[in-house]
């Protein structure tokens, strides 16, 4: 393939998975994010049985791959107020970030991809009392865990902000989001040195 | 290659507005033109584009060894001398490039051909990524193209990956900044920033107006933040001769594009290579204007000046008769004069160039921009393009 399989663009809170067409004719499953069991059983693309597993896939890579923490507090520190569930792996007590949702690839139903987990957005990318609706939507579920809620994640108008067992967000804007580092110690000596011939040229300064 | 005519989306301003693209229309006319699309074989992508445009990267390398060693050559590029050690130091010291554009004639017969090299501040670069990528996906589930087509655009990750690998040790700290008022340059450095975010590291905006310098000699943002690596959609032309221009060798700031991507980013470029390379198949003959061998250019050739953007003030002659031109502001450091491609796209009064992207100088993706004018202008619509299966 000479293109990309996936493209995810924060700002706009899309995430965007190419089709793996199996030119048999079928149509393929509109939905790439489900976030919940039901929620995907109800959505009529995939069978119940295809739903249960690739739910279960999910939790139990869950399980495997997301950041473990000792403390309640340690985790809500990154995934926000009620975005972790204690868990018991392998007989010791850790809280892990919560089960926001299940992603799969287009074409899920011919291939052999696995289902992945969806976890709360991180603190970074949607602080507290963010007014982002991609944070907002995400916020508003994450203390059911697995609950119903928003819907597709082709669907910006619900677009929700997740993050991936290994630290990606894919939705809402993170860039602003990150807290400033110390300003320096210099003192400004001047502003506005750059910039004067794209106030002369009336063409574009790029190409 | 085939010029296909398609049916847009019904809704196809919501749907390219729902990716963020904000500059489908720009001045009230139709930028972003889903009624055709070109379609090419895998082979033409291949043996035509893709390899021909990693072909050209690596001669334009072997170019800026040699031109950084002659002084007759940075003068003829009108490269100010009081950056010239500036440029070669960030040559010597290895500094990575994140992006380029070859605009390229071809009409699927015969090589690929240079027409220009935008090595410094290309656009368009959203819509090549996500944009006709996302289109491409809608075409093949409506139906109004094959399933299993393919697109030559791996922009996305290829991006991501070449962030990631731009400066050590990563993540770092990086700022973006383009010119206030323009929808198009906020939208490209938008787009990289959400590519750099997701590469790990912390991105920050500022417009370029709002750069300071601290009195440490470091640049800064808006918010007095210290500059290390800045990426500026923003050419190296103007930044020399700008009063920042004295400050930037002792600003200790990593940018992005490297100084070095200067010597590529004009005009000049193409009389160089075609002096290195003469009979290149893939470079149209050359030469500064004011050569003697200018009386060995076809009679239907092509007027540059050394700067330009977005066709201003290029000039296409026959036999001495003005055919086509663009006004524009800019020639007072020079021409080139440069044969006009044969193979150009061509079909019922429009005219197609092809962009080839490269990201950290590999060929990754491809771009179409239309015109009714052979000279492609700021004005040109974009149309996207599919391989065949």
Known sequence: ?207 | MRRIALPPRPDWTQQVERLGFAFHTIDGETYWDESAAFAFTLEEIERDIEAPSEAIEQLCFAFIEKALGSEQTLTKLAIPAEHWDYIRASWQRGERNLYGRLDLAYDGRGPAKLLEYNADTPTALFESSAVQWDWLEQAMARGVIPRGSDQFNSLHERLIAAFKALREPSPYRLHLTCVEGSAEDKGTVDYLTDCAVQAGLDARFTYIEELGLLSDGRFCDGANQPIETLFKLYPWEWMFRESYGKALAGSGCQFIEPPWKALLSNKGLLACLWEMEPGHPNLLPAFFEGDPRCATLSPRHVRKPLYSREGANVTLIERGRVLDSDDGPYGAEGHVLQDAALNLFSEDGKYAVLGSWLVASQACGLCLREDASPITKNTSRFLPHYIEP
Request: with cysteine; charged share 10%.
């Open chain 1, 1 to 207: 393939m000479k293109r990309s399989t996936q493209i995810g663009l924060g700002a706009a809170g899309v995430l965007l998975v190419a089709t793996a067409w199996s030119l048999t004719g079928d149509d393929p499953p509109e939905n790439l994010v489900y976030n919940s069991l039901s929620e995907c059983q109800a959505g009529g693309q995939l069978s119940l049985q295809q739903c249960e597993t690739a739910f279960s896939e999910a939790a139990a890579a869950r399980i495997k791959d997301a950041p473990k923490f000792r403390s309640q507090s340690e985790c809500e520190a990154q995934y926000g107020a009620s975005g972790c569930n204690s868990a018991s792996i392998g007989g010791a007590q850790y809280f892990i970030p919560a089960l926001a949702g299940f992603m799969l690839a287009r074409g899920f139903s011919g291939g052999q991809a696995q289902a992945q987990p969806l976890l709360p957005p991180t603190t970074a990318s949607c602080p507290p009392g963010s007014t982002q609706p991609e944070c907002q939507q995400a916020r508003s579920s994450s203390s059911s865990s697995g609950g119903s809620g928003g819907t597709s994640g082709r669907s910006s108008s619900s677009s929700r902000a997740y993050s991936t067992t290994s630290g990606r967000a894919f939705s809402a804007a993170s860039g602003a989001a990150i807290a400033r580092a110390g300003v320096s110690s210099s003192s400004v000596s001047s502003r506005g040195g750059f910039g004067s011939f794209a106030r002369s040229f009336s063409s574009s300064s790029s190409s």
